[in-house]
DNA sequence: CCAACGATAT
DNA sequence: ATATCGTTGG
């Protein structure tokens, strides 16, 4: 048995817009420790991990460990008819094909009850190791977001080098080439701006922007992201949820040939 | 001749676009009691009835009964020409194939005269008798419609079911099924927001939902909606016109089959 | 948090 | 041209 109660439901909704991008169907894994995702993207290049951790919840039971596979996108549709104040209870049964969301409204008036089916998902869970990273880079989720979006514009992969002072994400493509330097900057108003570099070696890598920019659908779950970078290692992009846990996003580097790709010979 | 006064137009451009939705071609009567129409909807399965009471215009007069043919998305082109606070005058003349609209600006600074085609429609104008109700449901229209909306996303029909304790919507369809009960609630800030009530028996219907979402085309027109239900008769779904009359839907229920339509014999 | 407006997509 | 979505303002 399984009852999940989240007072702050649309957290729930942003979690799930966040991946659905990425991810069309997905195991969700829940154990006393908490709710948790592992997927692939669909073409198995990049990977996204979910933990929301049982202490966030306003009440949160599981009697076994369970795994339940879900549409996204139907689970998505389903959240879209909650209010955004909306208390959300999740419930499943074990050996049940469905799971329920009932929806309250804060003053009780209106109560939801929404019933999804579930569906066979072959769930790989991988281990993922804590790595010691180069470098790592905080920074406004939205500026972030902003910086993806124009460089995918541009071209179709981005160059993040870390240096001391900061960061820079460059690109390239037929119409021309980008640079956006974004400098160490802790003197801000509010903390949730501020951009800090943590670098243990100067690192540069170059990553596909269409998943950059699947990344930055999680960017209303959190005002930082955080993105940790090692040669050889796939980069992780995560949004912490605010007293639950995170969504974070790895990518492997594309391998940095010599230059272009317009050279045809290898 | 026919000559309304109409200070607050605004109302206007709703009521047609409450109505344009559901039916192309509408003829509009006119005559000293008000000015109304009756139309079924292009599938001959949805009613609406419209009536603006003459004491609600600022200016009536109609010399003499009049009945006249529109084609409602021209109308709603022509009304949409006018400003939000501009004062209306419609004006036709007997015998006329055109009938006119004169938007006034508040400051009279501007004023715009347009003349619209008239068509012949050949007006079934039924009697709907006045009946009495198993149940009436009156809640925010907003939220009405809002149901409407979300559980068009999970199927395609709407079981409307009234208890003394509320009223309670719901649907079914492939990604799984949704119940959305709103209970009576008087106890609320403002009459606009409650939601009441009137049980004589209970009553559980199904409706298709794609009409019930035309007909949601009309809450702009009222905070409320007034919902009254009884077997074999078409559930009534009305929005009052401050002062000046309402505009109604009238949809038959759906004969309930045993269970579900994958049962192909009949 | 809800409503109105503008932009975008069909 | 219309309907839906997203954004901005109250």
């Not at 779950?221 to 969504?247: D, H």
């Amino acid at each position: 048995m399984l009852e999940l109660r989240l007072v702050q439901g649309s957290l729930l909704k942003k979690v799930v817009d966040a991946i659905r991008d990425l991810v069309n169907d997905a195991s969700f894994d829940c154990s006393a420790t908490g709710f948790s995702l592992q997927a692939m993207d669909s073409s198995h290049v990049a990977l996204v991990a979910l933990l929301l951790r049982s202490e966030g919840f306003d009440h949160y039971r599981c009697d076994r460990n369970i795994s339940m596979g879900m549409n996204l996108n139907n689970m998505a549709k389903m959240l879209r008819c909650a209010g955004n104040d909306d208390i959300i209870t999740f419930k499943g049964d074990d050996g049940s094909d469905t799971v329920s969301f009932m929806f309250e409204s804060p003053t009780q008036d209106k109560i939801s009850d929404f019933e999804m089916k579930l569906m066979d998902i072959d769930s790989e869970r991988l281990g993922i190791p804590e790595a010691k990273y180069q470098a790592i880079v905080r920074m406004p989720s939205t500026e972030f977001a902003r910086i993806c979006k124009d460089l995918g514009s541009i071209g179709d992969t981005v160059v993040i080098s870390v240096t001391k002072e900061g960061v820079k994400f460059s690109t390239r493509g037929d119409i021309g080439s980008a640079n956006i330097v974004c400098r160490q900057n802790t003197d801000v108003d509010k903390p949730e701006q501020a951009t800090t570099v943590e670098m243990n070696d100067p690192v540069s890598l170059t990553f596909a922007l269409r998943y950059m920019n699947s990344f930055t659908k999680a960017t209303p779950l959190s005002n930082q992201v955080t993105i940790s970078l090692s040669s050889e290692l796939p980069v992780v992009v995560e949004y912490k949820i605010a007293e639950m846990g995170y969504v974070r996003f790895y990518l492997a580097p594309k391998i940095e040939e010599e230059e272009e790709e317009t050279k045809p010979e290898v």
